[in-house]
Each structure stands twice: as C-alpha cells, then as structure tokens.
C-alpha cells in the first residue's frame, strides 16, 4: 500500500448537504433560488414541456461534442457523457452515454463551490477543466470534464457539463496505462479545478500546459475546445429556455425533477421486501507481475424506501487496479439507473439521496491519494457495479411487477489494449496512438424471460458503439483480419447470455514494432458471472502470435481463420503488460459475453438449435452443456431426455451431499424468491420439485449438492486457463438442489469463495 501523502485530503471531495454548501459561499457569489411554493404551484403541461427542453439541451451538447471531436472515441464509441446541475451542482438530466460517470460530475463541482468560490472566484464566462479523480467529475486521469457556471441577472443560476475519456495525457505507459505502476506518479499527472476559459476566452497559457503534456497533443486540444464548444451550446439553449419561460419557473422545474425522481424510486423501494444481500467480486492481479486475487465485498441492505450499499471488508488497494470514491459511487450509479430507475428520468441528484455508501478508505475501490487509479473504471468501479447488479437483481426478483429489470451480469469488464507506433503509409511518417475499442461489443446479461442481447453493448454505456472497421484501417496501420461473434461466449442458461466477439489484427504500414500495454481483468475468475444456477460468460483472453506470416498469407491468397491458422507461436498476455507489436505478428483479443439466468439444463431444447443453427453455440456445447441432442439440426427428443437426466444424474454423483431433508414445500401457497426458489412461512424449498432446503427457524443456509472441480467444467466458454494469470486455485463451483440437481448458483471463483446465495435467511420477512 503506498504511503499517505499529509495534505492530500484538501482534494477528497464527497457529496454535499446543499443547504449547508449555501451558506459557505461568500456573498460575492450570489445563487437563484426558488421557494418551495413555487415548485408546488407548476401546471404539469408547463413541467413536462421545460422538462423535455433540459433533455433536448443536454442531447444537444452532446451531439456539438461529437461532432467537433476527432477522437473515434467520441465519436465511434461514444465513451461521453455531459449534465445539467443546479447552482449548487445536483445532477438534474445526465446524457445516455457512460452512466458511471453521473457519480463524479457533482463532486467536482462540490470541490469548486468550496475551494474555488473566493480565489479566483466564479464568475460569468468561467469554464473550468479538471482530470483530478480524488476532486471528481471522472473517475481516473483520461477522464477530463470542462464545466462552466451559467448566471442569470448576476445569479448563479446552473452549471453544464462535458467529459469524454481522452486517447492519452502523458504518464509512463502508452495511453496512460502503467501496468506497473505502484502510485499516481507513474501515470497521468492529476489536475484540480482551473480555470480554462475566462470572460468567455480560452485560455492560451493554461490550453498549452494542457495539452503539453499529451503523446497526441492536437486531438487533446480539440477535445478540449470539443467540449467548450459544447458548454457554449448548453449555456446559449438554457437561457433560450430561462428566456421564454422565466427564471423561477425553470428552476423550479429542475428542483421538482430532482424531487419527482427521488419519490418514485423511494415508492419503488418501499413496494420490494427489506432484506440483506451480499455479493463478492474479484480483481485478477492488480499490476504487472503480480498473480494475487484481490476482493471486493458488497453487502445491500433495503430498509424501508432506502438502499445502503456496504463495502466494509474489501480488500486494500494495490498496484493500479483501484478507484477512487467518485469510482466507487459511479459504479453503484452504473447498476442503479439501467434496473431501479428504467422508467424514471434520469435527473441522478434526486437519485442519488435515496441510498449512502459505507466504504474504508484505502480499499480498492476507495483508494487514498497517492493510489495508482489508471484502471479505476474498468476495473474496480466497473466491478463495483457489476456487484451492485447482482444484489439488485436478487432484491428485484422476489416482485413479480419488478422482475423484468433483473439481469445477470453483462460484459464484465473492459479488455484494454493500446497499440502506438510509426505510421509509415504517407509520404513522412507520423506517430500513432489507438486505444482498441472493439471491446465495446461486449455480451449482454440474460434476463429472466429473454437472453442477453448478442454482441449488445456495455452495461454503463447505453448508447455506446463499437468502431468502424473500415475507420480505423484509414487512421491506424492496422489490418483487421476479422472482428467476430464467438461461440459459447454467452454464459448457458435457462436464458443465455449475449455473445461475445474476438478481433485479430496485423500491423501493417509500418516497418517498425508499435508499442502495445495490456490492462484486463475476468481472466482467471469470472466477472459476468450468472444467476439462479446461471453460468458465467466466458472469460477474457488476449494472444500475441510471434512469428506470424500474416502479409505471405494474405499475398498467397490464404484467409487465416484461427489464432492455429496464423502459424508462428501464440504468446499468452497478462491481464497487465507492456509489449509489443512486430510487424506481420498478430494481436488477438476475445473479450467477455454476459452471464447466464436459470439452469441451462431448463432452457428450451428448440431455443438451443436455433442457437445452434445462428453459430451462438456449437453443438457439443449443446449436448455437453445445455443437454440438448441434435439429428441434422433437429433436436432429438427422447436422446435429449436421455441426455438431461444423464447431466443431472452426473451433478449428484460428482457432489457432495447435505443431509436431506424429507420435508417437501407447498408451491401452490409459497412466495418466489428466483428461477429456482421459493418461500413459504420459514421454509425455503426447490420450486421445481418442492424438495425442502431450509427452515429458518433452525438454520437459514441452504441443504444443497456442492461441488468444485475444474473451470473447463464450465463449458467451453471458459477460454483461458486461470494458473496462467494468478496462484490462487479457481474452481467451478455449482451448487444444487439434492431433490432434483437443479442448478441453484454456478460460478468460476477462488476455492476460499463464500457463497452468499446459500444464506436465505432475509427472505422470511418483509
């Protein structure tokens, strides 16, 4: 753990009471107001039209973003987002872009109002630029907000917003990624709130210090002028609204939005039962050279219409896989807008006073300054959310009404590969820097009644889009040898997971290596793991073919299809690395599908050949797996019985047993608790055979089949090999019901994992 820095807590912000940060401001900041009345008198026409006009503002701002930015990802990825705050920086409408960062944006402006306020002061024409994640507005370095204040008649009226990641901002490794790195020295040097623009002018000097420190120094400066332009246009549009409808009446509105958002989560909370539910998550390795596992635990707790989210007990931070509090808050904004709050505007300051966050300090996901937080959001922060999913969907499939939000774990992670070199196809070369951003195309969770979108997306990124092939071979010396969906990388289930895909390229039109770093997790322990005795998707890998003949082929007329094909000899990478790319080797990442619902052993043998039949799963998964015997792509039905019973025959005899209980369960009279369990009074039973599993009166864990054998156990989705990345002995894990082999939970863990699902004892009361 690296040593504390005295001083360095002046930069930790954390949410603020409004009333209380009102009256720190100096009286030479005055802020508008509304009363409470006001708010109370809004004609709903006039709150739905002024709501409707914020949206379009920051959609808006959004789309000036993009269109002045020439990094791909703005614009390809849509790696993004941009808000609206009141004056005292509550989030009234965040974008639709990356959701994780909706729980930095207000910090930052938090830290301005009390450090900022007096000295330079806050004034009219103000724009200010911060990538300090400890202060906030993102959640490591590369993510960088420029934010401004809006006035009206000399009042503090609003703040926008804008943040996009950007390609790199100097450090140590390519991109900004350090994989070695032990402290925030080695990686991208953290900046506190400064003023960029001033009486409406960008600022040279400051611009300069800015981008001065970048490897791509002009897409930097137009990001940054990308994003003064785009709180231009938030500022002009919001005072065309101030304008036409009035000041008192536009606040109002965003206050009443905030409030509205707030009352119908709090409703929604207070129709699901209170309870307890607890989830553990896993980091693999946490820098280079290292073979730990590192854990993060998450204990939710609903009490009434409020959520705490406890992560007493996680691990201390380490190498450069933490996040800082504004990571930890992203990653529970990540899981709680896409399930609690679907159907309700997103305005994340009423949101987010409906739970509070426990957490030590110095923990990988609340790491103290001087911690490495390089890979803050798609490690911890990205695992944070991941576990939050996981106690939500738990809590959400108890309600019948609520049960369609739930969802099992999607791409669970980001697999980062940065490739820069020497473009030598022009008349000079010139330096290159690509952050690989296929991964975008990651799997989708499985819900209860439909499977995971294939190749769908990310969870903390709804309108997130995976690259154009053909852009990237016109910016990049890079060949794309194919970008695919892989099969069996959706984790099995009743419903399954969405599929995930692969990437090989070459280097090509360039004559020199290209440097490459690596930054990855879910490469030994699954992190899209499923639910209700869902499998997990598959896990993640990245392969350097040295030796590789990629031009001799292509010139020969050949079209390698596999890593084999490639000839020369794969290299496994770490999940974190530097390295590099010789020209004609290839680079091949396959990244993570979602997770799995429901025993695969259940899904419908006719939804298995269709899947089948479309290449999302191949036929010895399907016999292997799902159970499912195919004849020229029919199922065959008295071979696939058969084959079923043989499978859940094999669960029993490789198991061992719990003593079984002879008690049996009413289903007719018993209350849902998932796909596979049900309650009635104190008794938790199976819901498909009625097998008695536990009376609470005298023992709240489950009576089930338990079982640790090999991950390839999982099925071929599970693609590396966990002793090639950490020391810990990972295991696949299914327990299941003694009656019927019904699966209850399956998952790729640690053999010291601690099986939550098997305490059931918050599900006797409401």
């Not at 930790?12 to 509304?34: F, K, M, N, W, Y």
């Not at 016109?474 to 984790?491: A, H, K, M, Q, V």
Request: hydrophobic share 40%; with cysteine; aromatic share 6%.
């Amino acid at each position: 753990m690296t040593m504390p820095i005295p001083g360095s807590e002046h930069f930790a912000s954390r949410p603020a009471d409004p009333a209380e940060l009102a009256a720190q401001l100096p009286g030479t900041l005055e802020i508008h107001q509304v009363a409470q009345d006001r708010i109370d008198e809004l004609d709903p026409l006039t709150y739905e039209v002024i709501r409707h006009r914020l949206w379009s503002v920051t959609e808006e701002m959004g789309e000036a973003l993009k269109r002045m930015s020439g990094s791909p990802i703005v614009t390809d990825a849509n790696d993004f987002d941009f808000a609206i705050c009141d004056e005292l920086g509550q989030e009234v409408q965040v974008g639709l872009y990356n959701t994780m960062l909706v729980g930095a944006v207000d910090l930052a402006i938090y830290w301005t109002l009390r450090h900022r306020a007096t000295n330079p002061g806050i004034r009219e024409g103000d724009m200010f630029l911060c990538n300090d994640p400890w202060v906030g507005g993102g959640l490591h370095q590369n993510d960088v907000i420029v934010y401004q204040p809006v006035f009206h008649d000399g009042k503090l009226f609003a703040w926008t917003s804008a943040i996009c990641h950007e390609p790199d901002l100097g450090g140590v490794g390519l991109g900004s990624f350090s994989p070695a790195a032990q402290d925030v020295f080695s990686e991208a040097l953290p900046t506190p709130p400064v003023k960029v623009v001033r009486d409406f002018q960008l600022q040279d000097d400051v611009a300069d210090l800015w981008v001065r420190r970048s490897r791509v120094p002009m897409l930097v400066s137009l990001d940054l002028r990308a994003k003064v332009g785009a709180n231009t246009v938030g500022r002009k549009r919001l005072h065309e609204v101030i304008d036409q409808y009035g000041a008192d009446t536009v606040k109002a509105v965003m206050k009443r939005m905030m409030s509205d958002a707030e009352g119908r989560l709090r409703e929604k909370l207070r129709a699901l039962p209170d309870g307890t539910w607890k989830a553990t998550g896993y980091q693999d390795q946490s820098h280079e050279g290292d073979r730990g596992v590192h854990k993060i635990e998450l204990a939710m707790s609903k009490r009434d219409d409020r959520l705490t989210f406890d992560f007493t007990g996680t691990d201390p931070q380490a190498g450069v896989i933490n996040c800082t509090y504004a990571g930890m808050r992203g990653g529970v904004m990540l899981a709680l807008l896409p399930m609690l709050a679907q159907d309700i505007p997103w305005s994340a300051g009423g949101l987010m006073r409906c739970f509070d966050l426990v957490s030590e300090e110095g923990t990988i996901n609340n790491a103290t300054f001087p911690a490495a937080v390089g890979r803050g959001p798609i490690g911890p922060a990205w695992l944070t959310g991941t576990l939050v999913a996981e106690c939500l969907s738990q809590l959400l499939d108890c309600s019948p009404d609520l049960g369609r939000s739930v969802q099992a774990a999607c791409c669970g992670t980001w697999d980062t590969a940065v490739v820069a070199g020497l473009d030598q196809r022009g008349d000079a070369p010139v330096p290159f820097l690509n952050i690989m951003m296929e991964p975008m195309a990651g799997g989708y969770g499985a819900r209860p009644t439909v499977d995971g979108m294939d190749t769908g997306g990310l969870f903390c990124i709804p309108m997130g889009r995976v690259p154009d092939v053909e852009m990237t071979e016109f910016l990049y010396p890079l060949l794309t040898l194919w970008r695919r969906e892989e099969p069996d990388s959706g984790g099995p289930g009743r419903q399954r997971g969405g599929v995930s895909a692969s990437l090989a390229v070459a280097l090509y039109g360039s004559e020199v290596p290209a440097g490459l770093v690596f930054a990855s997790a879910g490469k030994a322990v699954s992190q899209n793991g499923g639910l209700a005795g869902g499998y997990p998707g598959n896990t993640g890998l990245e392969v350097l073919v040295r030796g590789a003949d990629v031009h001799g082929a292509l010139a020969s007329g050949r079209i390698p299809q596999s890593v084999e094909d490639f000839g020369g000899e794969a290299e496994i990478a770490p999940c974190y690395a530097q390295s590099y790319l010789a020209p004609g080797e290839v680079l091949y990442m396959n990244w993570q599908g979602g997770g799995g619902y429901g025993d695969p052993l259940r899904r419908d043998p006719e939804a298995v050949a269709h899947d089948v039949r479309e290449l999302k799963v191949t036929a010895s998964a399907a016999a292997d797996v799902y159970g499912v015997v195919l004849s020229d792509s029919q199922v065959d039905v008295s071979a696939t019985a058969a084959r079923r019973a043989e499978l859940a025959s094999r669960r029993r005899d490789r198991s061992q047993p719990d003593p079984v209980s002879e008690g049996r369960v009413d289903l007719a009279e018993a209350r849902r608790i998932d796909d596979n369990l049900v309650v009635a009074g104190s008794v938790v039973g199976c819901a498909h055979c009625g097998q008695q599993l536990a009376d609470t009166t005298v023992d709240a864990t489950l009576a089930l089949l338990r079982y640790d054998g090999p991950v390839a156990e999982a099925g071929p989705q599970i693609v590396s090999n966990p002793a090639d990345y950490v020391d810990d002995e990972v295991v696949f894990r299914q327990l299941s019901c003694p009656g019927c082999q019904a699966a209850i939970y399956s998952g790729v863990v640690p053999k010291a994992h601690v099986d939550h699902v098997a305490d059931v004892s918050r599900f006797v009361t409401r």
